[in-house]
Each structure stands twice: as C-alpha cells, then as structure tokens.
T-cell receptor, first 113, second 114 residues
Framework: GDSVTQMEGPVTLSEEAFLTINCTYT??????LFWYVQYPGEGLQLLLK?????DKGSNKGFEATYRKETTSFHLEKGSVQVSDSAVYFC????????????FGAGTRLFVKA | NAGVTQTPKFQVLKTGQSMTLQCAQD?????MYWYRQDPGMGLRLIYY???????DKGEVPNGYNVSRLNKREFSLRLESAAPSQTSVYFC?????????????FGPGTRLTVL
C-alpha cells in the first residue's frame, strides 16, 4: 500500500546550520507530496507542496523537490533559526475514490541558539 | 475566518465513559477528517467525510463513530472510552489550493483515558 518514510528524529542543529530531513514514499499512480509543520501545542500547517515530478515546493526558506526516479521529497533549508524548532511531517495525497493523505511519522527538529 | 475549530482542547475520561469531540470549519470545504496522533506514529486516519451526508472508515475506526451534521460540522464520538484511546485528536478539512488538495487542521484535542 501507499506509505511515507521519513528520517527519525530528533534532529538537533545550531542556529544557521544546514537542514536536511529525508523523506521517501511508495505510491501507486501519481501522488501529490507535502511537507507539514507542527509547532508545539498546535495543529499541522502546510509548509510546502509539489504536484508532479521535478516540481520544487518552497516556503519560508524551506525547499523540497519531487524526485520520481528516487521516490523522494527531501526537505532542506540553508540556514535554520530557533523559531524553526517544530515537528515536520512528510505526506502524500492520492485520489483513490476520494482523496486520502498519508503521513510519515514526523521528525522533531531542535535548533539551539 | 476562524478556519477549523475544535472543542474541547483537553479532556480526561474514565474507562467506559463516553464523549463527543466537536469540529467545525468555516471555509465551505466538502471533505472533513478525523485523525489521531500518537508518539512515533504520525497521524492515522480514523474516519472521513467526503461530503455532507457521507462518512467512511479510515485506518483505525474501531471504537469511534462520527456524524457529519452539516457541511460545517463533523463530530467524533467515543461510546465507551478505553486507555488505548488516549491520544491527541485532530480534525481537518480539505480545500483545493491551485490544482492540489491541501488539508487545514484544527488545534487538536488532547484526550486522556484513565
């Protein structure tokens, strides 16, 4: 079945460090891919998305490229800030008689000043 | 425009008690969802409603019932709570942003079953 696998956390970085959170997926058909972010005590918010192969989603300095050949959608940011500390979820959406979104387990990021 | 709202924010139940979690959205979305979030397991779909008047089971429906009261509201009921239902529950609605569907989440309900 469809699934999303992302790197386990927590990931701890110093401010201004480079961030990569790996995400790979398994899906039939052509899913849309998402990164959601969850700040403490809040619900998930959409961070970025990509709808087809080679698309790059970007927002707030974060980027991810839809790689069909490697079935990956890795999240990157060139210089993290303390305010980026949160849990990041990779997800895919497929239309199988109704849209369903499948989430990865989440990766917690801590950024130290 | 409040987005997706959920009540209550916190709840403690004893085993066997019942309760209903409320969810409402003001974005005129057709689809609504209930998830539970447990440590290390991401979000798991409990039930969803593709449109007013329809509901379908998700990945983990046992022990829950839902009602799509109208287009705005989608409630989740625990008839006889069990400790295994201790979790954080999120409601979401789905809208179309460009040519891609996006889910909008409520702030969550943290439920503890003793």
């Amino acid at each position: 079945g469809d699934s999303v696998t992302q790197m386990e956390g927590p990931v701890t970085l110093s401010e201004e460090a480079f961030l990569t959170i790996n995400c790979t997926y398994t899906a039939t058909g052509y899913p849309s891919l998402f990164w959601y972010v969850q700040y403490p005590g809040e619900g998930l918010q959409l961070l970025l998305k990509a709808t087809k192969a080679d698309d790059k989603g970007s927002n707030k300095g974060f980027e991810a490229t839809y790689r069909k050949e490697t079935t990956s959608f890795h999240l990157e940011k060139g210089s993290v800030q303390v305010s980026d500390s949160a849990v990041y979820f990779c997800a895919l959406s497929v239309n199988t008689g109704g849209f369903k979104t499948i989430f990865g387990a989440g990766t917690r990021l801590f950024v130290k000043a | 425009n409040a987005g997706v709202t959920q009540t209550p924010k916190f709840q403690v139940l004893k085993t066997g008690q019942s309760m209903t979690l409320q969810c409402a959205q003001d974005m005129n979305h057709n689809s609504m969802y209930w998830y539970r979030q447990d440590p290390g397991m991401g979000l798991r779909l409990i039930y969803y409603s593709a449109s007013e008047g329809t509901t379908d089971k998700g990945e983990v429906p046992n022990g829950y019932n839902v009602s799509r009261l109208n287009k705005r509201e989608f409630s989740l009921r625990l008839e006889s709570a069990a400790p295994s239902q201790t979790s954080v529950y999120f409601c979401a609605s789905r809208g179309t942003s460009g040519n891609t569907d996006t889910q909008y989440f409520g702030p969550g309900t943290r439920l503890t079953v003793l």
